[in-house]
């Protein structure tokens, strides 16, 4: 049963992912995408592996570190905003872990939203990707009536 807006409390966890970036999951992704980059191809100088698209990983792990809880704990949404801050590439072979957080909530000419973020590290806690975004809650609960 979804939240009332009063029970949605900032700094909650929404999700977690762990993964393996691997060739294939880059080509998978390339081919999905209806990209043709070379520069991601193959390994090019300065990298001694192959270098995943920047928004790759926060693309494949949206669904386990934010959706699920929106659709689960909110309801219905659509996305009003979304900013990525990349910090280093991300090689092939690269284990990527995030949690993701619900980080604010407010009103806004009678809406109300949520924001999400989760920060991408590696194993020794480098910071890849940075990927904050903002949901209009579209639920009846969550809209504030206009009299």
Avoid: C
Avoid at 56 to 68: D, I
């Amino acid at each position: 049963m979804p939240l009332t807006w009063d029970e949605v409390k900032v700094g909650a966890e929404t999700g977690r992912v762990d993964l393996l970036v691997t060739d294939a999951m880059i080509e998978e992704y390339l081919e999905a995408m209806e990209l043709d980059l070379r520069w991601f191809a193959a390994p090019s100088p300065p990298y001694a592996a192959r270098i995943a698209p920047p928004d790759m990983v926060p693309k494949l792990s949206m669904n386990a570190l934010f959706q699920e809880f929106l659709h689960r704990e909110i309801g219905p949404n659509i996305r009003a905003k979304q900013a990525f801050s990349f910090y280093a590439p991300i090689p092939v072979g690269t284990r990527v872990h995030a949690v993701g957080r619900l980080v604010e909530k407010y009103e806004r000419r009678g809406r109300r939203f949520v924001t999400f973020e989760a920060l991408f590290t590696d194993d020794s806690g480098k910071k890849l990707v940075l990927d904050r975004r903002t949901q209009l809650v579209l639920g009846q609960d969550f809209n504030i009536e206009k009299k």
